[in-house]
């Protein structure tokens, strides 16, 4: 730890001890009591799929009592068993692939709203702290896609009450101040908790009475229910799903009380967990694609080749096509050739993974928004493949699940501290091909992240919209110079923007940014 700045995400550790100790494997106990419970951290694609998928264990009781603040052990993330399979299965339609590229036209209108945003700074010529523009543009599209059309939360460029509640709600959610009795037993804690929470269902409580309505008049006057999911939002949809489970409901003069406190809490962690992790991916990918000018540069070339030379267009054509961002490979050495004549069309060789593009995948490796924690069971026992080891997994063990460290250990990534898109493109059996299992910044198995493909949408429209419009340069040597670092400037592996807080790059991303 004491190679690591006070900052640094948690999850940098076991790589760090991997690296302390090379012969320590992927699979290991850390016993760090009585600060914390025996931890069991695990960061292989075979043993990390034993708990994933083979036996899905449950939800650590600590991620629980973080959420709790929020949404109250009402949500999907702090359910387990039948009941978090049902809730599950309720929210699930609006997060598939195919109902969300419906919604694009919304997604690309925030996200020209954030091109706005970045060109005001173009005129302020200064240094601005990127996540606060990521943090603004992932909010106002999550809170598009889950709560209602005419929802327009527009905290990209005005206050929003809903949005204020949240976020002084994170603040006081902290992870880790339950381990801190002095932090844990503030005395405002609870009363801070309570007005926050009033104040964010104030807000969705109306929407979620409002949007209950239309659908019980529709059902009720003997209509199709297709008609009055006009806004596709995930609480219509779920609100769909539950009346037709349970069509006497329609009958009723209002809405369950049991759904309507759940859809609720569920809207307040979609809000959460929808936003923050997708913003701080976006800043790593800036700020990578900053640092690898020849990589920008080919992907900037095929964006023009795929949507043509004005990016100015570029979000017309999208809302047109949305399908058009899985034509789009994001390829680097090798894939692309640039045209030797004006009018001569560029050449695509090699096999690429449409939609998952190699930039967004290989940022997420290196820069991954989170990690997971799970509890054992009783006579439950984890196996090492290489050593066939097992590592006993009681009711009272920690599991962590650290995709950090998979997605950094050199047994299973060749280069792994090197950005490297083309190793995406690695056919099975060369040298740079990932091994397979080995990529989960957003786990593998049925608790799998839900907004998956949400973020990896929005991801592309971003780059889309942004790469060829701005040029965005990191600014750490004018934050640490106005900060007076006296020469001491911390890092992690080398890299000045590591990851701090809930996995978001130190400083916030200081950047100056100048439009093309």
């Given amino acids: 730890m004491s190679r690591l700045p006070k900052d640094a995400h948690p999850h ?125 543009l992932a909010m106002d599209v999550i809170g598009k896609v889950v709560l209602y059309d005419e929802s327009k939360l527009g ?176 390829t680097t050495a090798g894939m692309y050739h640039p045209p030797v004549r004006p009018n001569e069309r560029p050449v695509f060789q090699g096999k690429a993974d449409l939609k998952n593009p190699t930039v967004i995948k290989e940022s997420m490796r290196l820069f991954p928004a989170a990690s997971t924690t799970r509890s054992g069971e009783p006579s439950f026992t984890i196996t090492d493949a290489r050593t066939g080891l097992h590592y006993p997994a009681g009711p009272c063990t920690l599991i962590w699940l650290v995709s950090h460290a998979c997605q950094h250990d050199p047994a299973f990534w060749l280069h792994a501290d090197e950005f490297l898109p083309e190793r995406w493109l690695a056919k099975e059996g060369e040298e740079l091909c990932p091994t397979p299992g080995a990529w989960r910044p957003f786990e593998h198995g049925p608790r799998a992240c839900i907004g998956k493909n949400l973020s990896m949408i929005e991801l592309k429209v971003v780059l889309c919209l942004v790469a060829r419009r701005f040029e965005i340069s990191p600014a750490y040597e004018e934050l640490d110079a106005g900060m007076g670092s006296n020469g001491l400037v911390r890092k992690v592996n080398g890299e000045r923007a590591y990851q701090v807080g809930k996995g978001e790059p130190s400083g916030f991303l200081p950047c100056r940014v100048r439009e093309l």
């Fill in 155 to 330: 905290c990209q460029r005005e206050s929003n009450p809903l949005v204020n509640a949240l976020r002084r709600q994170m603040r006081w959610m902290a992870f880790g101040s339950e381990g801190n009795p002095f932090q844990q037993l503030h005395p405002l804690r609870p009363f801070i908790h309570r007005y926050n929470t009033y104040q964010m269902d104030r807000y969705i409580s109306p929407e979620v009475d409002a949007r209950f309505e239309m659908h019980r008049k529709t059902l009720t006057s003997g209509a199709s229910s297709t008609p009055s999911v006009a806004s596709k939002s995930v609480i219509d949809l779920a609100l769909a799903a539950y009346l037709k489970q349970n069509p006497d409901v329609s009958k009723l003069g209002g809405i369950d009380p049991v759904f309507k406190e759940i859809a609720i809490n569920q809207m307040k962690l979609f809000l959460f967990s929808g936003h923050d992790t997708t913003s701080s991916t976006i800043c790593y990918i800036i700020y990578l694609l900053a640092v690898y000018p020849k990589v920008l540069s080919r992907l900037r070339a095929e964006h023009t080749h795929v949507l043509g030379p004005d990016p100015l267009q570029a979000a017309d054509r999208i809302s047109g096509d949305p399908y058009l961002i899985n034509k789009l490979p994001y």
């Fill in 12 to 136: 940098y550790l076991p790589d760090q001890l991997r690296r302390c100790y090379p012969d320590l494997g992927p699979i290991f106990y850390l016993d760090a009591w009585p600060f914390i419970t025996l931890t069991l951290v695990v960061a292989s694609p075979e043993t990390l799929a034993q708990i994933t998928t083979e036996h899905v264990l449950p939800k650590f009781p600590a991620i629980k009592d973080f959420l709790y603040p929020l949404a109250n052990g009402k949500d999907i993330v702090s359910m387990d068993g039948p009941t978090w399979k049902y809730w599950r299965n309720m929210f699930n339609p609006g997060f598939s692939a195919n109902h969300l590229m419906t919604l694009m036209p919304d997604i690309v209108r925030e996200t020209i709203v954030y091109c706005d945003v970045l060109q005001d700074h173009t005129k302020k010529n200064e240094v601005f702290r990127m996540k606060n523009l990521t943090d603004n």
